[in-house]
């Protein structure tokens, strides 16, 4: 696996779906066209923000399959790999990468539930998975608002210890919490890529040291977002920050309380830009109500973006 793909945004993508909730297939394939055209290093797939945990397995196996079909190698995939145990998820992490998936991000699951949590617990897991496959895993520390976990600095560093783990997605929403992820991370002897998915402090992320982004907000804005981060590696903070502030009131609006509704947001925004046609969510999510969606319309055209 490249390492550039722990070096640049990787869109965490939306999933089209029909009036029934079903996969829209043309829909995406036309979506796939349009978000690939951007500089990304990667594009993940059924990760939270495309709905992955609400999809059956099979499903998920068709959106790799449709991905690997349509980028044809241009741009690495990465999948989201959900399950209940850990021989659901080696059987799973075994069939996404026979698909085509070139890394794995790795939810958080069940067991994790409950303080404090041991450090074996992900560790065996994470250490199980990354045996059955070849290709890279992607620890995922995320906020507990959206049913994640956030990992003691033990637990991390455990963790870290499965050579199969090449980068961590840290979502906490949490600036101390990822800047203390930075620092556990610089102190180990291995080379680990963090890659933030910190949508309410982009910018920040990557001047504090993120690697490269793993965002929901990527999927929109997105020629924006690599600019930010080709503006910070080049230290040109000012037009970084300039571009920033720009954006800062659409991520605002996609990302404000409550937090679950983001998904849907996302839709909304990207039906408005004339990029899908509709913006169903699979319940239990709810579309989000008229107020929201002239919070998303505003901030689009504060944006610049409409």
């Not at 070096?7 to 965490?12: E, S």
């Amino acid at each position: 696996m490249e390492v550039g793909l722990f070096k640049g945004l990787i869109p965490a993508t939306v999933l089209p779906m029909d009036e029934n909730f079903k996969l829209d297939e043309d829909e995406l394939r036309r979506y796939i066209d349009w978000i690939s055209r951007f500089k990304v290093s990667g594009l993940a797939v059924n990760v939270d923000t495309g709905e992955g945990p609400h999809l059956y397995f099979e499903e998920q196996l068709k959106v790799v399959e449709i991905y690997r079909e349509e980028l044809r190698g241009r741009i690495p995939i990465v999948a989201g790999l959900s399950a209940r145990f850990t021989d659901e998820a080696v059987r799973n992490a075994k069939m996404l990468e026979k698909a085509g998936a070139d890394a794995l991000l790795v939810f958080p699951i069940p067991a994790y539930a409950g303080d404090p949590l041991d450090p074996e617990i992900p560790y065996n897991y994470h250490r199980a998975i990354s045996e059955a496959v070849k290709i890279p895993l992607i620890a995922f520390q995320l906020q507990r608002a959206l049913g994640g976990v956030e990992y003691s600095q033990q637990a991390l560093r455990r963790l870290f210890e499965v050579e199969g783990v090449a980068a961590i997605k840290e979502a906490s929403f949490d600036a101390r919490k990822f800047t203390e992820t930075l620092r556990l991370v610089s102190s180990l002897k291995r080379k680990v890529y963090v890659l933030t998915g910190n949508d309410n402090f982009i910018l920040e992320s990557f001047i504090l040291g993120a690697d490269g982004g793993l965002l929901g907000f990527g999927t929109i804005a997105t020629d924006l977002q690599v600019e930010i981060m080709d503006r910070v590696k080049r230290r040109d903070y000012d037009e970084a920050f300039e571009i920033s502030r720009r954006i800062s009131p659409l991520a605002d609006a996609i990302f404000m309380p409550p937090v679950r509704n983001y998904r849907a947001r996302l839709k909304e925004a990207l039906v408005m830009l004339g990029v899908l046609k509709k913006a169903y969510v699979r319940p239990p999510l709810t579309p989000i109500s008229e107020a929201e969606r002239k919070a998303v319309r505003n901030a689009l055209k504060e944006s610049g973006l409409m």
